[in-house]
């Protein structure tokens, strides 16, 4: 095993080309760190020490303090492939804030048996795997979707805008929406 030199540097997918000199697989909630010591699938161990935590996709490469680079994979997880009316099964899993993978004809989140009930009682079909979890990222680009408890116990005090569109389609007039705060 070898000491690798820091990494202080996230390079995205598609921002670095050639060959890494390493992987490292991490599973989806390794994949959220700002600074942690990590191990490459060789075995050798380097130094993470980012500016900011950062949500890390599969294919994102750290670039250690010599210039090479270390690749970041999806390790495998136990989770469930849902199919049948997945529409249904995004709205409800969406509403509960559940990091969730999305793909044409199925969904796939973290092993839940709560989750897993309620999707079984939906009609859905549920198949257990272990393979890599690579959940949508945030509506914003890179990131993930943070939810937060809205329960009895709700008690910070923080807003959550809305916003009202009002769409006139009057022959002679502009088609644009107006957005009106509530």
Excluded at 70 to 98: D, F, K, Q, Y
């Amino acid at each position: 095993m070898t000491e690798l030199p820091q990494a202080r540097r996230l390079l995205r997918q598609g921002e670095w080309t050639g060959v890494a000199a390493g992987r490292v697989q991490l599973g989806y909630d390794e994949r959220f760190l700002r600074r942690k010591r990590l191990e490459t699938v060789a075995g050798d161990g380097f130094l993470v020490d980012l500016p900011e935590t950062t949500s890390l996709d599969e294919g994102d490469a750290f670039e250690l303090a010599d210039g090479r680079l270390i690749e970041v994979c999806a390790a495998e997880e136990e989770v469930v492939s849902i199919s049948g009316p997945i529409l249904r099964a995004a709205w409800h899993i969406g509403n509960r804030h559940t990091p969730c993978q999305i793909e044409p004809d199925r969904l796939v989140i973290r092993r839940d048996h709560v989750l897993e009930g309620m999707l079984r009682g939906l009609g859905l079909s549920l198949e257990p795997r272990t393979e890599p979890f690579r959940p949508e990222g945030g509506a914003y680009g890179h990131g993930r979707t943070m939810g937060h408890d809205h329960g009895p116990a709700h008690d910070h005090d923080h807003h959550h805008p809305h916003v009202h569109v009002h769409i006139s389609r009057k022959a002679d007039e502009d088609e644009t929406p107006d957005a009106d705060p509530a």
